[in-house]
Every structure is written in C-alpha cells, then in structure tokens.
C-alpha cells in the first residue's frame, strides 16, 4: 500500500462545477498538509498548506483535513477551463522537511 | 529573482552514458531537493540537502549522486544512465521560516534514456 493514495483521473468537468478531489494516507504522523497544481510541462506549485484538521478557504478553492480518517480533500467552487491541470496532495510530518507525495489527479473543466 | 533555475531542459542519454544535472536558486534557501517524477507514480524524492554540506537519501536513491556545491547549487548525477532513469526530474527548495514553507520547483529536466 502507497503511504498516500490519490484518485488517479482523469476527471472531466463542465464548466462551474464544483470538482472535489481527494487523498488518503496512511501514516498518522503527518501533520502538515498541502495541495500543488501542476500545468502540463510545469514545475508544481502550492496552492493550498493547512496544518493538522480542519477547513481553509481561499477564493473558490477550500482544503479540508480530517486526520481522524486520515483523509483530505481539495474542492473548487465554480471550475473554470483555466484549472484545467494536474493536482498533487503532498504531507509532512515535520514542518518544512521530507514531503511525500499523492501521483496526482488530471482535471480537465471543460468550456 | 529567477527563483529555482535547471539545465538543460531537455536530453536524450544511452544506456550507458553519464550526466549531470544542475540547479541553482536564488532564494537564500537552506533546503534543496531533487524528485522525480513518472506517470501514474507522482513525485519521488530522490535525494535531499537540509544546508550546505550535507545530503541524504530520499526514497529512491539508487543510480544517483548528489553534490550541494554551495548554498545556492545542487547537482544530480547519473554514473551510468539506465533505461528505468527516464523521467522528469524536478530540483525544489524549501524556506525555513514558519512562513515560508512553500516548496518552490524548477521548471524540469526532461530526460531519455535508449
């Protein structure tokens, strides 16, 4: 078993839907949580860092954390063709340091 | 500010072959990494720089070497290239203050191996 697992995709979406995308995990150690995107033939960037459980909204997209199911999930309010790209759930037990990664999950918003 | 540079780009090995890749960050960063990343198995880490000095060993460090030159420099070395080493290789960086904890990538390598 991957220590964290993804939904693979690809998903497909109209436009102005609301995408959920989910992690699971196994080691109960990691406490910071982050989700990247990542544009094809691109380096990833960070879009969302939450600390331990709970919600965090920024803009259309929130992150929550559930560290009792040891799940987390990223969503996007009102997708536009522009989220169109590759995201990647990262986690670290200790802050900063030895991040591991989800194999990413490929969303297309369609126009 | 260029933030996390790689070279090159692009490159096409044989079997047998040996390289280096370079990356360079102008974020006065202490930590560096060096991934890679194939389909359907997300980023790896192959090997990691905490400061300048030192390196340890990520996830999947067979067939490689690093070398953290100085602060802002670290290399990745395939002795002889394999095959199974095509990738996209990512090098990051990692800020040490609680508020800069964004990893920030390269732009990539992408390698090929025949």
């Known amino acids: 078993q991957k220590e964290v697992e993804q939904d693979p995709g690809p998903l497909s979406v109209p436009e102005g839907a609301i995408v959920s995308l989910n992690c699971t995990y196994s080691?109960?150690?990691?406490?910071?949580f982050m989700w990247y995107r990542q544009y094809s033939r691109k380096g990833p960037e960070l879009l969302m860092y939450?600390?331990?459980?709970g919600n965090k909204e920024d803009g259309r997209f929130t992150a929550q954390v559930d560290k009792s199911s040891k799940y987390i999930s990223l969503f996007i309010r009102d997708s536009q063709p522009s989220d169109s790209a590759t995201y990647l759930c990262a986690m670290s037990e200790v802050y900063g340091q030895n991040f591991v990664f989800g194999p990413g999950t490929r969303l297309s918003v369609l126009p | 500010n260029a933030g996390v540079t790689q070279t090159p780009k692009f490159q096409v090995l044989k079997t047998g072959q040996s390289m280096t890749l370079q990356c360079a960050q102008d974020m006065n960063h202490n930590s560096m990494y060096w991934y890679r990343q194939d389909p359907g198995m997300g980023l790896r880490l192959i090997y990691y720089?905490?400061?300048?000095?030192?390196?340890d060993k990520g996830e999947v460090p067979n067939g490689y070497n690093v070398s953290r030159l100085n602060k802002r420099e670290f290399s990745l070395r395939l002795e002889s290239a394999a095959p199974s080493q095509t990738s996209v290789y990512f090098c990051a960086t990692t800020g040490t203050s609680y508020d800069d904890y964004e990893q920030y990538f390269g732009p990539g390598t992408r390698l090929t191996v025949t």
């Open positions: 720089s905490a400061s300048e000095g030192t390196t």
């Open positions: 080691n109960s150690a990691f406490q910071y």
């Open positions: 939450t600390y331990s459980s």
